[in-house]
Structure formats: structure tokens, C-alpha cells
């Protein structure tokens, strides 16, 4: 069993208040959810509007598949939203 950790950092071009950060970010949770069963968090960002910081972990049988679920659903935060990736972490601890 491995489990998956990334952390990606995101610009949100276009984000002026905390209101519509928060509608955003609850639009990727529930996405990221659905599509990729990732557990998620923002951390250390909460305050500012134009930028965020997620946690995502996902449970797998094999580090290459937590390995690559992660990186699809990090791609796919920049594909299906008005945001730009501009750092990103992953790693897969053995279980």
C-alpha cells in the first residue's frame, strides 16, 4: 500500500475577494473529490485572495499509481480552472 502527498501551489489571476476564492477552491475540492478521490487542505493561504496552497493525499496499491494520480489531478486543476500552477511537491511514502 503507498500513499500519495502533493502540494501544489496556485495563482488565481482574476480573484479579487475572499468570497470568490472560496467559491473557487470549493469548486476544485469537490472536483478533485469526484474525479480523483483525493483527501485536500489549503494551508497557509487562507487569507490572501490571489494565491493558494493545497495538500492532497490519495491511498493507492502502488507508489507509480499514487504517483500518477496525483500528477493528472494537479494537471487537471489547471486545465478545468481560471488558475495557473506555479509550484508543485509529490511524494509516495511506502505503507
Do not use: Q, W
Not at 473529490?33 to 495538500?55: H, P
Not at 502502488?62 to 489531478?73: F, R, T, V, Y
Amino acid at each position: 500500500m503507498s500513499i500519495g502527498t502533493g502540494k501544489v501551489a496556485l495563482r488565481l489571476p482574476g480573484i479579487k475577494t475572499l468570497k470568490d476564492k472560496r467559491n473557487l477552491m470549493r469548486r476544485i475540492s469537490a472536483f478533485l473529490k469526484k474525479n480523483y478521490e483525493l483527501s485536500l487542505v489549503e494551508v497557509n493561504t487562507e487569507d490572501i485572495a490571489s494565491m493558494s496552497v493545497l495538500e492532497l493525499a490519495r491511498a493507492a496499491h502502488s507508489s507509480m499509481i499514487a504517483m500518477s494520480i496525483l500528477n493528472k489531478a494537479i494537471d487537471a486543476i489547471e486545465d478545468n480552472f481560471d488558475c495557473l500552477v506555479v509550484g508543485k511537491e509529490v511524494k509516495v511514502l511506502e505503507v
